[in-house]
């Protein structure tokens, strides 16, 4: 009962929210009711299911970000003539096959869907009057690089996803792709300031097995074999980026000292 | 048939080069033979049945492309699942509403249909796999200071279409919105160098409309009041602009040093 309470309570902060009650793989269902009453969450997998996968986050820089944009999915669903489509044809049949390759592991078919539905669901933005720009260039620098190496190794080796912003969610299939892969993020996108330290959010462990342990290093990198173009660096393009993994869901703290939120008022903590 | 055999030549070295065999508007007719003899173009009006258009290109600095794709409309016929929806669904519609429109010269019904279909254009060369990215963040910039404007106005002042580039092509209802148009977009993309001449190609006398002499005149241009962000300036994101209003069909040069080819030799003068 307590799941269900939490679990009303995030879908109203925001949809997708409601996803974050469980953790490892999580389906978000529709639901037949026109309020949304019964549009849920359900788990697929937990997280120790398939815990070869390493997320990097590439958090990309405001300092080139489009005037955000007011519009939003209501736009989206109101204007959009492709968004029906989508919804109706291609993403049911999309969902199937994509609990399937998560059952099995499948990395190939699990990140072949993860890139052609969020290139569709940023297509089905910019089919919208007016039309919703959530990816900008670095976005799309970040999604070329991935599909050069995945299509010089012939295999997909990291699969990406954009939700509604520049910021690119990088899935390698496994650690060691996840530090060739930090290894041509860096070459790419060196840091603007000297400081690695804060490059790098997360489990910083993953610079060390990239072999960098200073800024000189990743000056030192040499260009990916797949990149033809020499030189392509866009210092300061990406703020820090974040190494993670597919996580457990929402736990009870017991020390007041970790929460985020001041149990007495009820607000963000030291905001 | 001296047209048709132009037309033939025109069409093996582009598809739509046919459609500038014609002045005025030309419509680009698809056909039924599986070998395309039959698509061919035709002309809806001649340039004179509209003449109150303006076209302002705004030609987008190459220092920003992106790695240029090699992928094609090929790769969209074959990877797109929306791209089938547009063609057989959305298109055929939005084909009769634009013949009628500028027939009728209705300027609010021909911006909206040529913004939302250069959208979707772009939005199906998204849902390319790898994806096709033609506009970049300038493109992006441009749409948002058309949309903003036209929203603020009630109606359209302003089309917008970007072909496969990130050059903008907008079309002003008349001379006095062109006017208003490019004294938003020097405001925005004020001239890298000093050299106001080269910034403005085409028919420059737009540039006294606007009341621009000088670099100076643009630096003292006034925010326009729908931008609510001060100082978006974004010096150097556009090589220069064309100023041009729709024109007639190609002609018979007789005067052999206007021609860009050497009928001696057949290949492109002084390259």
């Known amino acids: 009962m307590k799941i269900m309470e939490n679990f009303l309570i995030a879908r109203q902060g925001s949809g997708s929210a409601c996803r974050s009650i469980y953790g490892g793989f999580v389906k ?13 969450a359900v788990q697929l997998v937990d997280e120790s299911h398939w815990d070869d996968l390493v997320i990097i986050i590439a958090v990309v820089s405001l300092k080139q970000k489009e005037t955000s944009s007011t519009s939003g999915m209501r736009d989206t669903v109101e204007t959009s003539p492709l968004l029906q489509y989508r919804a109706q044809t291609v993403v049911p049949g999309r969902i199937l096959k994509m609990e399937e390759a998560i059952k099995k592991r499948d990395f190939e078919s699990f990140a072949r869907l993860t890139c052609a539905d969020s290139n569709q669901f940023h297509a089905v933005c910019l089919d919208t009057s007016p039309p919703i720009f959530y990816m900008n260039d670095t976005s799309h620098r970040i999604i070329s690089l991935v599909e050069k190496w995945n299509h010089s190794e012939g295999t997909p080796q990291v699969a990406y996803t954009f939700d509604a912003g520049p910021n690119a969610v990088l899935i390698a299939r496994n650690r060691k792709t996840a530090t060739l892969l930090l290894q041509r993020l860096l070459y790419c996108f060196p840091p603007q300031e000297n400081d690695l330290d804060s490059y790098m959010v997360g489990d910083k462990s993953i610079l060390s097995d990239a072999g960098v342990q200073s800024v000189a290093d990743i000056e030192a ?10 030189n392509q660096k866009f210092k300061g393009d990406v ?30 903590k030291g905001v």
């Not at 978000?28 to 849920?40: A, E, P, Y």
């Not at 990198?221 to 020499?230: A, C, S």
């Open 221 to 230: 990198l040499p260009q990916p074999p797949e990149m033809k173009t020499p």
């Open 28 to 40: 978000w269902c529709m639901g037949k009711n026109d309020d949304g009453s019964d549009s849920m």
């Open 239 to 268: 703020s820090y980026f974040i190494c993670s993994r597919p996580g457990a869901g929402p736990k009870v703290l017991t020390d007041e000292s970790h929460t985020l939120i001041d149990s007495a008022t009820g607000l963000a």
